[in-house]
Structure formats: structure tokens, C-alpha cells
């Protein structure tokens, strides 16, 4: 059985649950100090983080929309030095702080039904003086979906990647277009495929779904500046499959490069928007799958 949910000119088909607590919710708990680092889980980039090193980040972070289906789930944590004044140090420090763990909640109580640790690092590790570290693993997830996601589709790194790369910015520009102009009907057409999945993954209702979606419309009422897409790198994720451009610059390292500035109860704020790219089949035109 599947529902049906309008929002203007988007259309999302769900399934209703037969068994709700079969819902679980993963998610990767983190505590690091003293380097920065990016998290992936089937080599989509859940989580990441680039600052000084005198802080301590504790988080946590859904991972679902990484998951495709049940079954064994590929994660890998990649440490970097750590940044001071505003410049990032040659090497890792000899102590850092590292504790990573991923978890199963069920959604309909919120229960833990599974947990794993992943990395545990509180003080002395054998990678200090290295430029980076790596650890990675696996672990199971059970949910009650199965979705295509970029399981199928192209294998971008074999393509011209001056082409690609063209492409790619073009349809990143076309992107933050929609905000600029704020053009309801042309963002829908491009958050229809990553919305209908995104529905699943987090196991939404109709009323849970109708607000996630308002909140695009609800930025249209904001007077905001979007900003021109500069300083970026490609990057390829899901073994190839998935393109993005990703800011250089810090402090804004590994950020979307779709942004805009709106004045905040404490000045300007920045605001940006996720955007990962696929190509559904050969010669199909990009499209935004997360």
C-alpha cells in the first residue's frame, strides 16, 4: 500500500508501514577532539568536520539516507590535522580524541536495538605525525526498504571529467537559480527523485513529510542574497557514482557551494544547501539523488 502526498507540483509516493517497528533509525555518535576528520558509510560522506584544534565536536548523525538496503554497510572515518589560525597543521597531533559508535533506533519508541563502536582513541595513537589516518569496518543495519539510489547508475570517474565538470556546474548554477529567482515549480523538478527516497529512509508521514517540504517554501519568504559558486573541488562519492562540488576554502572546507546570506537575530547568517549528483543511466542528463 502506498500514499500519495501533493506539495504544489511535487508528488511523493511512500509506503505505509505494515510493521512500524521494523522503523530503525542509524545513526553514528561522535566525540573528537584535536583533528578534523570526514565520515562515510558506503563512501557517502554522512558527516565532517573542520576546525581548530583546541575544540571538542560531540554529534549525532543520521546515516540512513546512506543506507540503500539491509545488510552489511561499509563505514570509514579519515582523520586530518586539525587547524590554528585559521591554517591547517602539517601532521597529526600526538593525542587526539576519537570515539565513534553507530546505533539502531527504532523510530516508533525510540528504543536502541543495536549498537557498535566503531573507534575509540583517548589520547596516544600510533598515526601521530602522519598527515593523515584511516580507519574503516562494517556493520549490519536491518530496515524495510530497499531503494535504487545510485546502485545503477554511471560511473562518473570514467567520464571526461572536463565534461563533467561543465555539466556539473551548470547544474549547480540552475540549482541555486531556483533560490535566486525563487522558482517553486523548477526546485521541486529538481528535488523530486532525492525527495521520494528521502520519504523512505527516514520513515516519513504525510504530516511529517508536508513539514520537511514547506520548509523550502518557507525560505522563499526570507529576504535573503544567494552567493556566487566559487573556490570549489570535485568530488566523486558512492565508488564513483555520485558527483559534488565542495567548497576549498576554510572555514568553509567540504561545504555545498550552493549558499545564501540572510540577516539572523545576531547579523548575517549563511544558509547552504546539500546537492549530490548522479547520472541514472548513459547519456541521461544529471540528476540530484541526495
Given at each position: 500500500?502506498?500514499?500519495?502526498?501533493m506539495?504544489g507540483?511535487?508528488?511523493?509516493?511512500?509506503?505505509?508501514?505494515?510493521?512500524?517497528?521494523?522503523?530503525?533509525?542509524?545513526?553514528?555518535?561522535?566525540?573528537?577532539?584535536?583533528?578534523?576528520?570526514?565520515?562515510?558509510?558506503?563512501d557517502?560522506?554522512?558527516?565532517?568536520?573542520?576546525?581548530?584544534?583546541?575544540?571538542?565536536?560531540?554529534?549525532?548523525t543520521?546515516?540512513?539516507?546512506?543506507?540503500?538496503?539491509?545488510g552489511t554497510?561499509?563505514?570509514?572515518?579519515?582523520l586530518y590535522?586539525?587547524?590554528?589560525?585559521?591554517?591547517?597543521?602539517?601532521?597529526?597531533?600526538?593525542?587526539i580524541?576519537?570515539?565513534?559508535?553507530?546505533?539502531?533506533?527504532r523510530?516508533?519508541?525510540g528504543?536502541?536495538?543495536?549498537?557498535?563502536?566503531?573507534?575509540h582513541?583517548?589520547?596516544?595513537?600510533?598515526?601521530?605525525?602522519?598527515?593523515?589516518a584511516?580507519?574503516e569496518?562494517?556493520?549490519?543495519?536491518?530496515?524495510?526498504?530497499?531503494l535504487?539510489?545510485?546502485?545503477?547508475?554511471?560511473n562518473?570517474?570514467?567520464?571526461?571529467?572536463?565534461a563533467?565538470?561543465?555539466?556539473?556546474l551548470?547544474?549547480y548554477?540552475?540549482?541555486?537559480?531556483?533560490?535566486?529567482?525563487?522558482d517553486?515549480?523548477?526546485?521541486?523538478?529538481?528535488?523530486?527523485?532525492?525527495?521520494?527516497?528521502?520519504?523512505k529512509f527516514?520513515y516519513?508521514?504525510?504530516?511529517?513529510?508536508?513539514?520537511?517540504?514547506?520548509?523550502?517554501s518557507?525560505?522563499?519568504?526570507?529576504?535573503?542574497?544567494?552567493?556566487?559558486?566559487?573556490?570549489?573541488?570535485?568530488?566523486?562519492?558512492?565508488?564513483?557514482k555520485?558527483?559534488?562540488l565542495?567548497r576549498?576554502?576554510?572555514?568553509?572546507?567540504?561545504?555545498?557551494?550552493?549558499?545564501?546570506?540572510?540577516?539572523?537575530?545576531k547579523?548575517?547568517?549563511?544558509?547552504?544547501?546539500?546537492?549530490?549528483?548522479?547520472r541514472?543511466?548513459?547519456?541521461?542528463?544529471?540528476?540530484?539523488?541526495?
Amino acid at each position: 500500500m502506498r500514499s500519495i502526498l501533493m506539495i504544489g507540483l511535487l508528488a511523493l509516493s511512500f509506503p505505509v508501514l505494515a510493521q512500524p517497528g521494523k522503523a530503525i533509525e542509524y545513526r553514528i555518535n561522535f566525540e573528537v577532539g584535536a583533528t578534523s576528520f570526514e565520515c562515510f558509510v558506503n563512501d557517502i560522506p554522512v558527516e565532517q568536520y573542520f576546525s581548530e584544534g583546541n575544540g571538542t565536536l560531540n554529534t549525532s548523525t543520521p546515516i540512513n539516507d546512506a543506507i540503500l538496503k539491509s545488510g552489511t554497510q561499509h563505514w570509514k572515518l579519515v582523520l586530518y590535522p586539525s587547524f590554528k589560525d585559521g591554517k591547517q597543521l602539517s601532521a597529526l597531533p600526538e593525542k587526539i580524541k576519537v570515539v565513534a559508535e553507530v546505533e539502531g533506533l527504532r523510530k516508533s519508541d525510540g528504543e536502541q536495538v543495536s549498537n557498535v563502536e566503531l573507534v575509540h582513541i583517548d589520547g596516544d595513537h600510533p598515526n601521530a605525525s602522519k598527515t593523515e589516518a584511516v580507519y574503516e569496518g562494517s556493520f549490519e543495519a536491518k530496515v524495510p526498504y530497499q531503494l535504487t539510489g545510485w546502485s545503477k547508475s554511471v560511473n562518473l570517474q570514467q567520464e571526461d571529467e572536463k565534461a563533467l565538470l561543465a555539466e556539473l556546474l551548470a547544474a549547480y548554477e540552475s540549482y541555486a537559480g531556483c533560490f535566486r529567482k525563487k522558482d517553486a515549480g523548477a526546485l521541486h523538478r529538481f528535488i523530486q527523485h532525492k525527495e521520494e527516497e528521502m520519504v523512505k529512509f527516514f520513515y516519513l508521514d504525510k504530516e511529517e513529510a508536508a513539514a520537511h517540504l514547506s520548509e523550502y517554501s518557507d525560505d522563499f519568504k526570507l529576504d535573503y542574497t544567494v552567493l556566487p559558486i566559487e573556490k570549489y573541488r570535485l568530488r566523486f562519492y558512492g565508488n564513483g557514482k555520485i558527483a559534488a562540488l565542495e567548497r576549498t576554502d576554510y572555514p568553509n572546507t567540504g561545504e555545498p557551494v550552493v549558499r545564501y546570506t540572510v540577516k539572523g537575530p545576531k547579523g548575517m547568517e549563511t544558509a547552504y544547501m546539500y546537492a549530490y549528483f548522479h547520472r541514472p543511466g548513459p547519456g541521461a542528463k544529471l540528476e540530484m539523488i541526495r
